[in-house]
């Protein structure tokens, strides 16, 4: 079994460093985070040395493999297994096969381990900046009971429901992002040039300006003057709630604040809980037991607060008490999933009843956000009619008050 070396912060922020043993990074984490540990740095000790894993995760995360390759070689792999070839075989086919050089050495590796003695799971594990807990813990759950196949295809179209989960969020809010860039960008023309410009001419006329008019030009002015000073602090204002939600503090404060926006903390409620249902599910199917299955899936939520409430979950079925029970609990958890679950328990088929809340959710969320984008775009038109209204108000005025001087 690895030694590693870590360096963590425990609850009043003090650090603490030594050396344990665990099966893989996954399972030192999840041993650190038991402890009460935040781990800051991880050295995996070998006789070479220390080999930073930390440098190891920077590099890979320049060379990302995508949710689409992921899915791909899943499906094709679930295929290939199915068809009699061994996993061996399967894998190193897949490797020659992938367009991505990253991934195809990833895979070669994977191959090579198999070969040398080791389980799929045991190999996949070893490259967690790919392959998930979740994706490992269902992979060794198919090993163990002979049923590898089926659980590849659960994981396939379990990160195809990902992927259209993302692509219908991203389809919905690209139209209306556009329309706002577009909004800002008419702005921005209006204020900073076509005002100077018009600001010119009625200069040269040495006519007295309505006070509208002087109002618009002195925010056209203000704008002119500032706009450099308030893009930069924008930028600096951006980076901070950046650096802010990767703190531990700032992380949950940040996710619960997005659960309070109107609509918008809906739709990521939702999306956290169509992830959470459909990953417990698939989990469930596989044959893990409950305990883990909570452990693992605490993680793919997204977000914090449902992560917590998830972990207190956990504890409460670890003390002997029932899943629907311990979410019951937490508001976070709507009371039809609660119901669901509650019948699941009583049926047998929990695993069953969470596949169906997350296609439930998923319908949610197509519908929130269509009422997303059907509450974005009316305002974002009225609001640019109003500005436009406002500059054909304030440069019109001067122009009727010089007509009449001249009649």
């Given at each position: 079994?690895?030694?590693?070396?870590?360096?963590?912060?425990?609850?009043?922020?003090?650090?603490?460093?030594?050396?344990?043993?665990?099966?893989?990074?996954?399972?030192?984490?999840?041993?650190?985070?038991?402890?009460?540990?935040?781990?800051?740095?991880?050295?995996?000790?070998?006789?070479?040395?220390?080999?930073?894993?930390?440098?190891?995760?920077?590099?890979?995360?320049?060379?990302?493999?995508?949710?689409?390759?992921?899915?791909?070689?899943?499906?094709?792999?679930?295929?290939?297994?199915?068809?009699?070839?061994?996993?061996?075989?399967?894998?190193?086919?897949?490797?020659?096969?992938?367009?991505?050089?990253?991934?195809?050495?990833?895979?070669?590796?994977?191959?090579?381990?198999?070969?040398?003695?080791?389980?799929?799971?045991?190999?996949?594990?070893?490259?967690?900046?790919?392959?998930?807990?979740?994706?490992?813990?269902?992979?060794?759950?198919?090993?163990?009971?002979?049923?590898?196949?089926?659980?590849?295809?659960?994981?396939?179209?379990?990160?195809?429901?990902?992927?259209?989960?993302?692509?219908?969020?991203?389809?919905?809010?690209?139209?209306?992002?556009?329309?706002?860039?577009?909004?800002?960008?008419?702005?921005?023309f209006v204020f900073l040039?076509?005002?100077?410009?018009?600001?010119?001419?009625?200069?040269?006329?040495?006519?007295?300006?309505?006070?509208?008019t002087l109002f618009i030009?002195?925010?056209?002015?203000?704008?002119?003057?500032?706009?450099?000073?308030?893009?930069?602090?924008?930028?600096?204002?951006?980076?901070?709630?950046?650096?802010?939600?990767?703190?531990?503090?700032?992380?949950?404060?940040?996710?619960?604040?997005?659960?309070?926006?109107?609509?918008?903390?809906?739709?990521?409620?939702?999306?956290?809980?169509?992830?959470?249902?459909?990953?417990?599910?698939?989990?469930?199917?596989?044959?893990?037991?409950?305990?883990?299955?909570?452990?693992?899936?605490?993680?793919?939520?997204?977000?914090?607060?449902?992560?917590?409430?998830?972990?207190?979950?956990?504890?409460?079925?670890?003390?002997?008490?029932?899943?629907?029970?311990?979410?019951?609990?937490?508001?976070?958890?709507?009371?039809?999933?609660?119901?669901?679950?509650?019948?699941?328990?009583?049926?047998?088929?929990?695993?069953?009843?969470?596949?169906?809340?997350?296609?439930?959710?998923?319908?949610?969320?197509?519908?929130?956000?269509?009422?997303?984008?059907?509450?974005?775009?009316?305002?974002?038109?009225?609001?640019?009619?109003?500005?436009?209204?406002?500059?054909?108000?304030?440069?019109?005025?001067?122009?009727?008050?010089?007509?009449?001087?001249?009649?």
């Amino acid at each position: 079994m690895p030694k590693y070396f870590y360096i963590a912060r425990d609850k009043s922020g003090k650090k603490q460093n030594g050396m344990i043993e665990a099966e893989s990074n996954a399972a030192l984490l999840v041993t650190l985070r038991r402890s009460g540990l935040l781990p800051i740095e991880i050295r995996e000790l070998e006789e070479k040395g220390l080999i930073s894993i930390t440098s190891q995760k920077k590099t890979a995360r320049a060379r990302r493999i995508s949710l689409v390759e992921l899915a791909l070689f899943s499906r094709q792999l679930a295929t290939m297994l199915d068809a009699g070839i061994s996993i061996i075989d399967s894998v190193g086919d897949l490797a020659k096969q992938s367009i991505n050089p990253y991934f195809a050495t990833i895979l070669e590796t994977v191959r090579n381990q198999i070969r040398e003695g080791s389980g799929f799971s045991q190999a996949l594990a070893k490259h967690e900046q790919i392959f998930s807990t979740l994706y490992v813990a269902l992979v060794r759950s198919g090993e163990e009971s002979g049923n590898l196949v089926e659980v590849m295809r659960e994981l396939s179209e379990e990160l195809e429901d990902q992927l259209n989960l993302i692509r219908k969020v991203r389809q919905a809010m690209s139209y209306p992002v556009i329309v706002s860039l577009f909004f800002v960008g008419v702005v921005a023309f209006v204020f900073l040039y076509l005002i100077p410009k018009f600001q010119e001419i009625f200069e040269s006329f040495g006519a007295q300006l309505p006070p509208f008019t002087l109002f618009i030009l002195a925010a056209s002015r203000f704008s002119l003057k500032f706009a450099p000073i308030l893009l930069i602090l924008l930028i600096l204002f951006s980076a901070f709630l950046i650096w802010y939600g990767k703190q531990p503090t700032g992380k949950k404060q940040l996710d619960t604040v997005k659960l309070k926006i109107p609509v918008l903390g809906m739709l990521v409620q939702k999306v956290s809980l169509a992830r959470f249902c459909r990953s417990l599910s698939t989990l469930l199917k596989g044959g893990v037991g409950i305990i883990s299955a909570l452990e693992i899936v605490a993680k793919a939520a997204g977000n914090l607060i449902i992560e917590e409430a998830v972990d207190k979950t956990r504890q409460g079925v670890i003390r002997g008490g029932l899943l629907g029970e311990e979410m019951q609990r937490y508001k976070i958890f709507p009371p039809m999933l609660v119901r669901m679950v509650n019948v699941g328990e009583e049926t047998g088929r929990t695993d069953d009843m969470l596949s169906r809340m997350s296609k439930f959710f998923r319908d949610e969320v197509d519908v929130t956000l269509n009422i997303l984008s059907s509450i974005i775009e009316p305002i974002l038109i009225i609001g640019l009619g109003f500005i436009v209204g406002v500059v054909v108000l304030a440069i019109y005025l001067p122009i009727f008050k010089l007509a009449q001087t001249m009649q």
